[in-house]
């Protein structure tokens, strides 16, 4: 059963910086497709990125604009959020997914929907002075 499990959310200053991280587990395909979400309170949920574990290969949603970068780190399982610049509108919880397509990733970061095979729980991130 596949497992993911978001860390890294805590209380930031605007301006300043996290790292989110998501352990994957119990998939058994030899690549994955890992999805960044994210959904603050009264709002949608919103799609941040798309990163695929053999190539690397990423997609960002527009809003990204460099300021998030996903990354991977295949001998732990664990795909990763760089967060830099945080402001008080990225207060969110952010949710990473699970799929074996990048054309799903990319249309449920893209559009919102769902589609996404597996979700975690969801890690809080605050961005406040």
């Known amino acids: 059963q596949v497992q993911l499990v978001e860390s890294g959310g805590g209380l930031v200053q605007p301006g300043g910086s996290l790292r989110l991280s998501c352990s994957v587990s119990?998939?058994?395909?030899?690549?994955?497709?890992i999805g960044w979400f994210r959904q603050a309170p009264g709002k949608q949920r919103e799609g941040i990125s798309c990163?695929?574990?053999?190539?690397?290969?990423?997609f960002d949603a527009d809003f990204v604009k460099g300021r998030f970068t996903i990354s991977r780190d295949n001998a732990k399982n664990t795909v990763y959020l760089q967060m830099n610049s945080l402001q008080p509108d990225d207060t969110a919880t952010y949710y990473c997914?699970?799929?074996?397509?990048?054309?799903?990733?990319?249309?449920?970061?893209?559009?919102?929907?769902?589609?996404?095979?597996?979700w975690g729980k969801g890690t809080l991130v605050t961005v406040s002075s």
């Open positions: 997914a699970l799929d074996a397509s990048m054309r799903v990733c990319r249309t449920a970061v893209s559009s919102g929907t769902v589609g996404m095979d597996a």
């Open positions: 119990g998939f058994r395909l030899n690549y994955y497709v």
């Open positions: 990163i695929r574990s053999d190539d690397g290969s990423t």
